[in-house]
Nanobody
Framework: QVQLVESGGGLVQAGGSLRLSCAAS?????????VGWFRQAPGKEREFVAS????????TYGDSVKGRFTISRDRAKQTVYLQMNSLKPEDTGVYYC????????????WGQGTQVTVSS
């Protein structure tokens, strides 16, 4: 079973940028078909941010991040990235990466999360 480790979170001012990383260990991402990023703000439900298919890097984004965030993957490094630009205070939350074994989007492997805080 793959373990996912997120990194790259932190405190940034509105309008700034951060790049999150999700590294796989134990097994490789090739055992899964999709990797996604989700986030959860205090008192709110978990929200889909972006996903990428591992074999052919087709991407999907949540409406709130389209045009500002970019998901990508490095097969050699077994890492998925989330480049976040033009950050807003409402982007604040814990960001999780997750892996899905099917294209239905049933993510069953989750990382521990990384905190992103955007100050106004």
């Amino acid at each position: 079973q793959v373990q996912l480790v997120e990194s790259g979170g932190g405190l940034v001012q509105a309008g700034g940028s951060l790049r999150l990383s999700c590294a796989a260990s134990g097994r490789t991402f090739s055992a899964y078909v999709m990797v996604g990023w989700f986030r959860q703000a205090p008192g709110k439900e978990r929200e889909f941010v972006a996903s990428i298919r591992w074999s052919i890097p087709t991407t999907t984004y949540g409406d709130s991040v389209k045009g500002r965030f970019t998901i990508s993957r490095d097969r050699a490094k077994q890492t998925v990235y989330l480049q976040m630009n033009s950050l807003k205070p409402e982007d604040t939350g814990v960001y999780y990466c997750a892996a899905a074994a099917t294209y239905r989007g049933d993510y069953d492997i989750w990382g521990q999360g990384t905190q992103v805080t955007v100050s106004s």
